[in-house]
């Protein structure tokens, strides 16, 4: 008995080591795209090779931890199936995801949550220091009506405000009692954020966050209240897709409430309508090369198409099917959150399928570590938020 508790030990950390290890790799990988430093001649050899190494090391990962049982079999026909699509449609980025979300699943989210922290933080602090030092540049966004926007390192001004963003969420998850003066402070450094890239919707976002989280721990004690509440958010995912691609539809150039929604949301309306229009909705998706501000600042000369609203991007390019079933994962992750109490992590799930209908972060396991609870098999949601109320507190203190 103890012989084979040994040896599962050894096999969960060499399963932990490997994982760590791609994440690491695609976690550098993807990052530095998205700075000044992406040019760099060893940066291009990089990229070349990352991407390889980070799919053998997640098969090495599956190799290791792999049960023969129905539904882990089942499971990974669905990971190859989206894998495959991915590679077809050229969405890159989405390949090392689908894997690490799949190789991830077992690993501690505690760990990955305060080593991502750590690593990214460093990353950030590198990348701004070297913009604001003059070994990178510092794009300057002048947009629409002389807004200023600075990009610190980045390719597109909003990057650096999506870090901050994500750093406090996974602070409210993981932080075992949250005083008001760290949310206070939080908010202030976001603020600040905001004032240099000028990225509304990271606020608002933190603040959602920290609203539903008080939201749900107030209900702890009620218990049917929660369940109700639970399958509701369940649905809340498909029923964005739905608006999203409904709107995209039923948007017109004629009709005055949509002209006014659409430039609310500073012409998204507009860009998913004409996706929509040129792109048919398949089962599989399509290539689509969507060019952004970041595609820009390295090639003026293409022409914007970029779908913020990421429901309807990832139905264009990745296909019905794919979109089903993530926003069947989101879905079934906040419903085991909140069955599980684990009302942070609930909340923070909740806010990228916000999100998801103005920024394409939900898909972005870059500047959404919350993608690597959605396939955690239920118990692995136990403990990763340990927060209690003042009073159990109190009393295991006093005990």
């Known amino acids: 008995m103890k012989t ?13 080591s490997f994982f760590f290890v791609a994440y690491t790799i695609w976690m550098l990988r993807t990052f530095i795209k998205t700075t000044f430093f992406y040019s760099a001649p060893l940066v291009q050899a990089w990229n070349d090779r990352a991407l390889d190494i980070v799919i053998l090391i997640c098969i090495a990962v599956i190799v ?26 050229g969405a890159g980025g989405i390949l090392g995801t689908v894997l690490l979300v799949y190789a991830g699943r077992k690993v501690p989210y505690r760990k990955i949550v305060c080593y991502t922290f750590v690593l990214l ?25 002389g807004r200023v926007r600075y990009g610190v390192g980045f390719l597109y001004c909003s990057y650096a405000s999506h870090y901050l963003l994500l750093f406090f969420m996974l602070y409210f998850v993981v932080r075992k009692r949250v005083r ?22 990271d606020i608002l976002s933190l603040v959602m966050m920290l609203l539903g989280t008080a939201f749900l721990r107030l209900l702890r004690s009620k218990k049917r209240v929660l369940q109700i509440l639970s399958y509701i958010l369940f649905l809340v995912p ?31 309306l507009d860009l998913g309508s004409k996706a929509l229009q040129e792109y048919p909705i398949r089962l599989f998706g399509q290539k689509i090369r969507w060019v952004g501000g970041s595609a820009m600042v390295k090639d003026p000369t293409l022409t914007y198409n970029y779908v913020d609203n990421n429901y309807l991007s990832v139905t264009l390019q ?17 419903y085991v959150a909140i069955q599980k109490e684990q009302f942070a992590l609930a909340a923070g799930i909740f806010v990228f399928m916000v999100i998801g209908l103005i920024n394409p972060e939900m898909r972005n396991l870059l500047y959404n570590t919350f993608l690597l609870v959605l396939l955690k098999p239920a118990d692995q949601f136990e403990g990763i938020e340990i927060w209690k109320p003042r009073k159990e507190w109190k009393m295991k203190e006093n005990g």
């Open 121 to 145: 933080s460093g990353l950030l602090i590198i990348t701004v220091c070297s913009s604001l030092l003059g070994v990178i540049e510092n794009h300057v966004f002048v947009q629409y009506g």
């Open 238 to 268: 498909f029923a964005f897709w739905g608006l999203s691609l409904y709107m995209a539809k039923a948007f017109d150039w004629m009709v005055p409430f949509w002209l006014k929604l659409n430039f609310a949301l500073n012409g998204r």
């Open 318 to 334: 990745m296909g019905v099917l794919f979109a089903f079933f993530m926003c069947l994962a989101y879905g079934r992750a906040v």
């Open 4 to 16: 084979e508790q040994v040896q599962l030990s050894q096999l969960q950390i060499l399963r932990n």
């Open 180 to 201: 008001l003066y760290e949310v206070m402070l939080l908010i202030a450094l976001n603020i600040g954020g905001y004032f240099v890239t000028d990225t509304k919707t």
């Open 64 to 89: 290791v931890d792999f049960e023969v049982k129905y539904k882990e079999i089942l499971l990974l026909c669905f990971i190859c199936l989206f894998y495959w699509i991915a590679y077809a449609t």
